[in-house]
């Protein structure tokens, strides 16, 4: 398989700041990642999709301002929630195809932000 | 775009028994995917079955493409078995879209 690594695994934040979270692809190199997010009893939702080297395609009614995707090399992409408030608390987990890109997914840890 | 329906939406089984997770869609897919999310958010990827049938231990996968469904078994259900059985597909694109789960709970 693959292996994603995402980190961290629990923030805690004030209204307002910023928070920044990465997902590595540890063994291979992974031109494209998704960024999912799944509330408290509910499925995937995905927000956006990483493109290394490029912009991000953010899913419909996504605010790219607000969740902020940077993915600087094949190995790394990263998602900064900006200004966080109380409503963007959520568990955000990220993903990558593997090495044969048969479209078989691979998730990192997940990380569960709380806005206080 | 595509749907995914999953059934039951939750599940309680006594330890030992066995059961069948099914996943509905809506239109043609490249491929199909059964994740486990345990208790602690963790992703397990299952299975990655476009078509056909695959077994890994107690359970094993059942995908049907012409008929747009897959079953999941669980044999011999254990406690750690517990958790979210999600089924994940994408029609080709980048996009993999994921079902509402079942939520299984096993006994002891």
């Known amino acids: 398989g693959a292996v994603v690594s995402q980190h961290p695994s629990w923030v805690i934040c004030k209204s307002g700041t910023s928070v920044k979270i990465e997902c590595r692809s540890l063994?291979?190199?992974?031109?494209?990642m998704f960024w999912y997010r799944q509330f408290p009893k509910q499925s995937l939702m995905l927000m956006a999709t990483?493109?290394?080297?490029?912009?991000?395609?953010?899913e419909q009614g996504v605010e790219k301002d607000k969740f902020l995707i940077n993915h600087a090399s094949l190995t790394l992409s990263t998602l900064t929630v900006t200004s966080a408030h109380p409503e963007d608390s959520s568990f955000y987990i990220c993903?990558?195809?593997?090495?044969?890109?048969?479209?078989?997914?691979?998730f990192g840890e997940g990380s569960r932000l709380t806005v206080l | 775009g595509i749907q995914v329906e999953q059934s039951p939406p939750d599940l309680i089984l006594q330890e030992g028994a066995n059961s069948t997770l099914r996943c509905n869609f809506s239109?043609?897919?490249?491929?199909l995917q059964w994740f486990h999310q345990n208790p602690w958010g963790q992703l397990i990827n299952l299975f990655y079955i476009p078509s056909g049938t695959k077994q890994n231990g107690r359970l094993s996968a059942t995908t049907v493409a012409t008929e747009r469904y897959s079953l999941l078994y669980i044999s011999s259900s254990q406690t750690t078995d517990s958790g979210v059985y999600f089924c994940?597909?994408?029609?080709?694109?980048?996009?993999?879209?994921f079902g509402a789960g079942t939520r299984l709970f096993v006994k002891a």
């Open positions: 993903s990558a195809r593997g090495l044969m890109n048969t479209g078989e997914l691979f």
């Open positions: 063994d291979f190199q992974a031109t494209t």
């Open positions: 239109d043609s897919v490249n491929n």
């Open positions: 994940a597909v994408n029609t080709g694109g980048f996009k993999t879209i």
């Open positions: 990483s493109n290394e080297g490029s912009k991000a395609t953010y």
